[in-house]
């Protein structure tokens, strides 16, 4: 459908006959012209003379109905479209509800959809089972509680399988097992949808035992049934009880053996997910992506950059963005620039979106193997962002010894109404501390205390004692850390620890190392910390003490490892904080 013609349709009326405009509506609506098409008829071009054109011309059964359909993206779009139906004596049928009900997706619309029951009840719906049931779909799904969904249920004057399906699931997704099954034995008729429906629900639940116990009434099964109590143990870990249901499936399916693959991978058993993505004849991308993920979690980044190239010799298989988003988390990990700048060519010669998680995927990791111009303009050249895009893109820049311009970007973010979050406070902060930027962190701490009202944690403390000691200021440090409404963990004396050596001072080292100690005196990175700062200050006789007790307990420094190294990956910093969050 051309925007000429979809113009035409509208601005054009005469010429269209009543014959062809149904079908030229619906052509319209389902191409892209959809919100032109919209917006003209409702908005543009003398509205009354066109809508007495349509109410003389157009049948009235459907046709409105169907534009509330394609204005389904928007809740308010559809609600205009059924307020115009009823201006221009349209009368609804069963499928125009079920339209409206389709478009309330989200708490903001519900409150419409609770207006419409009304008019449901008014116009005589209220027999209808078709609408009823997408109401009780309705409240099922946007309800804290079960209550207005059984009210509904309770008073239909009749029920199919679908509204006893539909009390069942509502049940399951508010955690009332018990109601859930005794609805279920009540039934009256039973479909193979009505056994999944619960084997699923109980599945999701954990309930692995009561699960079992139905899957084994069920008079019969199909692959949902055997996939649901095959994903209901992987959800749990028992990879045994997994295969054990796995070997029995009479008719396995790739969803089956990606299940299994995921399970094995969840546990850390790489070696038998292996050998089940090998014995799978048909792999599709979801089983790719399981092995994919499976390899970066279990930290084991050459393998996955491995298994995709091993996937471009599938030519029935072609990644999809969330194969480049795990394989770019894989060379973020690697400090691989050269493969993260294919994997971005690769994304451009093959016209991918560059949705949000992309993007995002793209700035970590560039940022992270040292490309931040490049990770720059990714950041620009994104349509739209989320909170995490900026947190990435500002640690990007501090991690770069670009602290300044993150801070700027931050500033940047406020000015765009972007509600900031705790996170990007951390990476804020780090930013700050990394650049020696103490007045500009003090006031990026009060903010977000004050103007955000967002509670400190113990991360947030740990920027501003890292940034308070790098700039020599310890006895400021030492009141911040009293002033803490948390107790200062091992990594707080940490972060001024490491400040001693930078500024030499002995004193300020011996009390933070007993604070460190009296909290994690076995942990082999502070212990090497404190002996190392101990020896550059020229507390010889601390130094030979912490050896001591490093050797009792068995604890050597790793030669070429920094000590500062250590202590980071064993406790974290903000931007190991950062990193979790992402």
């Given amino acids: 459908m051309s925007l000429h013609l979809a113009y035409m349709l509208i601005n054009e009326v005469p010429i269209i006959t009543s014959k062809s405009a149904p079908n030229l509506i619906d052509s319209a609506c389902k191409g892209f012209f959809w919100r032109i098409l919209r917006e003209v008829f409702f908005y543009e071009f003398e509205f009354e003379r066109r809508l007495k054109f349509w109410r003389n011309k157009l049948s009235k059964s459907c046709r409105m109905p169907k534009l509330i359909t394609f204005s ?3 809740y308010k779009a559809a609600l205009l479209a059924y307020d115009q139906m009823k201006a221009s004596v349209v009368t609804p049928n069963s499928f125009t509800f079920t339209f409206i009900f389709k478009c309330c997706h989200s708490f903001e619309a519900f409150k419409y959809g609770q207006v419409i029951h009304c008019e449901i009840l008014r116009l005589g719906f209220g027999s209808n089972v078709f609408v009823q049931n997408n109401l009780l779909d309705l409240y099922a799904k946007f309800v804290g509680n079960s209550g207005l969904a059984w009210k509904v249920f309770d008073e239909m004057p009749e029920r199919d399988v679908i509204s006893w399906n539909l009390m069942i699931g509502a049940y399951m997704g508010h955690d009332e097992i018990e109601a859930a099954i005794h609805l279920f034995e009540l039934m009256p008729e039973r ?61 396995k399916t790739v969803v089956s053996w990606t299940a299994l693959i995921t399970g094995y991978t969840m546990i850390g058993d790489l070696e038998s997910a292996s050998n089940i993505f090998d014995q799978l004849s048909f792999k599709n991308v979801v089983s790719w992506n399981a092995m994919l993920s499976g390899y970066v979690q279990n930290h084991m980044f050459d393998q996955a950059v491995n298994m995709f190239n091993l996937m471009q010799t599938d030519a029935k298989c072609r990644p999809d963005q969330t194969t480049l988003i795990t394989v770019l988390s894989a060379c973020s990990h690697l400090g691989s620039l050269e493969h993260g700048k294919w994997i971005d060519s690769y994304i451009k010669k093959h016209k991918f979106e560059l949705s949000v998680p992309l993007g995002n995927a793209l700035i970590d990791m560039y940022a992270k193997c040292g490309d931040v111009e490049n990770a720059k303009a990714v950041f620009h050249k994104m349509a739209s962002r989320c909170i995490i895009t900026w947190t990435t893109m500002i640690s990007g820049l501090a991690v770069n010894g670009q602290c300044r311009e993150g801070l700027n970007l931050f500033d940047r973010m406020q000015f765009e109404e972007i509600k900031p979050d705790d996170v990007i406070f951390i990476a804020v902060l780090s930013a700050c501390a990394h650049g020696g930027l103490v007045e500009e962190g003090k006031r990026v701490f009060e903010q977000m205390v004050k103007e955000y009202d967002i509670r400190p944690r113990i991360e947030h403390y740990g920027c501003m004692i ?22 200062p963990n091992a990594v707080i004396w940490a972060n001024l620890l490491s400040a001693c050596k930078i500024h030499g001072n002995g004193q300020m080292l011996e009390s933070a190392a007993r604070n460190i100690l009296d909290q994690e005196p076995s942990n082999p ?58």
């Fill in 466 to 487: 890292d940034l308070l000691g790098r700039a020599g200021k310890f006895e400021e440090a030492l009141r911040f850390i009293e002033s803490m409404h948390l107790k």
């Fill in 191 to 251: 479909n193979i949808v009505t056994w999944n429906s619960v084997v699923s629900g109980l599945s999701k639940k954990g309930n692995m035992e009561l699960a079992h116990m139905v899957f084994e009434k069920m008079p019969e099964r199909n692959e949902i049934s055997w996939n649901a109590l095959i994903s209901g143990y992987v959800r749990i870990g028992d990879m045994e009880a997994a295969k054990c249901i796995f070997d029995q499936m009479p008719e």
């Fill in 525 to 582: 990175g502070y212990l090497i910390l404190i002996s190392n700062l101990s020896a550059s200050v020229g507390q010889w006789d601390d130094f030979s003490s912490f050896r001591v007790a490093m050797r009792q307990h068995g604890v050597d420094k790793v030669p070429g490892c920094s000590s500062i190294q250590m202590v980071l990956n064993n406790a974290g910093d903000g931007f190991g904080a950062i990193a979790k969050y992402k």
């Fill in 72 to 74: 389904s993206r928007s």
